[in-house]
């Protein structure tokens, strides 16, 4: 029977040699120590998940918190910044005297230099989008493979743990630049 090519359907991917991405490959569950099959390992590894769930959680908030600084920071310098140069320049027309009309014009321009910078470093620092770091689709898409399905409850969550893991190291590292970054906008120091 010939079947037009608008409605051919795939060759079935258990023919030798389909080699295609949905080929279907026998799976032999390997045979796993007993420690891993014992209630009390399962327990284990569900509190460190949770665990690690956890400080994702703590890693997100303290990354939106970093957020929230840096909008209010730069928020408040714009408005300080706008503030300074209307009452700057009525300040600078004012006469001074010879030795204090530069003076006064370049702690003006300082303060202002500073003052940008500041929301600078913020922009850049903190509140530049960045990707944000979760498990890998890669690992997402083996999930109805029969590699996980028919794998222990505890080998699944050590693999999921370790991506997780893996976005946690990343999520810190970046929320200890904007960290680092707000303590540049606001002249602190640790």
């Known amino acids: 029977m010939t079947i037009s090519?608008?409605?051919?359907?795939?060759?079935?991917?258990?023919?030798?040699?389909?080699?295609?991405?949905?080929?279907?490959?026998?799976?032999?569950?390997?045979?796993?120590?007993?420690?891993?099959l014992d209630p009390k390992t399962e327990t284990t590894v569900d509190a460190l998940l949770d665990t690690v769930r956890h400080l994702l959680e703590e890693e997100n908030s303290r990354d939106q918190s970093f957020n929230t600084r840096g909008v209010g920071l730069a928020g408040f310098v714009g408005i300080i910044v706008s503030l300074n140069t209307t009452l700057g320049h009525d300040a600078l027309a004012a006469?001074?005297?010879?030795?204090?009309?530069?003076?006064?014009?370049?702690?003006?321009?300082?303060t202002l230099a500073s003052l940008v910078g500041s929301v600078?470093?913020?922009?850049?620092?903190?509140?530049?989008?960045?990707?944000?770091?979760?498990?890998?689709?890669?690992?997402?898409?083996?999930y109805p493979l029969p590699e996980y399905i028919y794998a222990p409850k505890v080998m699944n969550q050590g693999r999921?743990?370790?991506?997780?893991?893996?976005?946690?190291?990343?999520?810190?590292?970046?929320?200890?630049?904007?960290?680092?970054?707000?303590?540049?906008?606001?002249?602190?120091?640790?």
């Open 160 to 190: 999921i743990m370790r991506g997780l893991i893996d976005a946690l190291v990343i999520e810190r590292s970046r929320a200890g630049s904007k960290a680092t970054g707000l303590h540049w906008a606001t002249g602190y120091s640790s």
């Open 5 to 36: 090519s608008r409605y051919h359907r795939p060759r079935d991917t258990d023919e030798p040699g389909s080699g295609g991405p949905t080929a279907r490959t026998a799976f032999a569950v390997p045979s796993l120590p007993p420690e891993l």
């Open 95 to 110: 006469n001074w005297g010879t030795p204090w009309k530069g003076l006064a014009v370049g702690l003006f321009a300082g």
């Open 120 to 142: 600078v470093v913020v922009v850049i620092g903190v509140l530049r989008p960045r990707e944000t770091a979760t498990l890998g689709m890669a690992e997402v898409e083996k």
